[in-house]
């Protein structure tokens, strides 16, 4: 029922800021709670934001490793899930990936949709 594609990737300076948009199909976006999920060679998948359904926006969740540098947000009227990141150090360099689920916790561990990632690259 929900089909994503991530971007907004690309190489970027230690300090800099990208901001990752996921883009779903359909009409359904809006009953799923959505995550953003992380992926560099040799390391386990980390998530590192989610977001819960609201039509105010509604609550998040943060991997200590981002908190108060990455915000998540989303916007309901374009199908679209967000993540703006600031201060971005080399060690948040990988394959980002956007997920939901219907269910929040369930996003946070195994979510039942995937998109296909995009990669993003911090310099020291």
């Known amino acids: 029922q929900v089909q994503l594609v991530e971007s907004g990737g690309g190489l970027v300076q230690a300090g800099g800021s990208l901001r990752l948009s996921c883009a779903a199909s359909g009409r359904t976006f809006s009953s799923y709670a959505m995550g953003w999920f992380r992926q560099a060679p040799g390391k386990e998948r980390e998530c590192v934001a989610a977001i819960s359904w609201s039509w105010s926006g509604g609550n998040t969740y943060y991997a200590h490793s981002v908190k108060g540098r990455f915000t998540i947000s989303r916007d309901n009227a374009k199908n679209t899930v967000y993540l703006q990141m600031n201060s971005l150090k080399p060690e948040d360099t990988a394959v980002y990936h956007c997920?939901?689920?219907?269910?929040?916790?369930?996003?946070?561990?195994?979510?039942?949709?995937w998109g296909q990632g995009t990669q993003v690259t911090v310099s020291s």
């Open positions: 997920a939901a689920d219907q269910n929040i916790n369930k996003v946070l561990a195994s979510p039942d949709y």
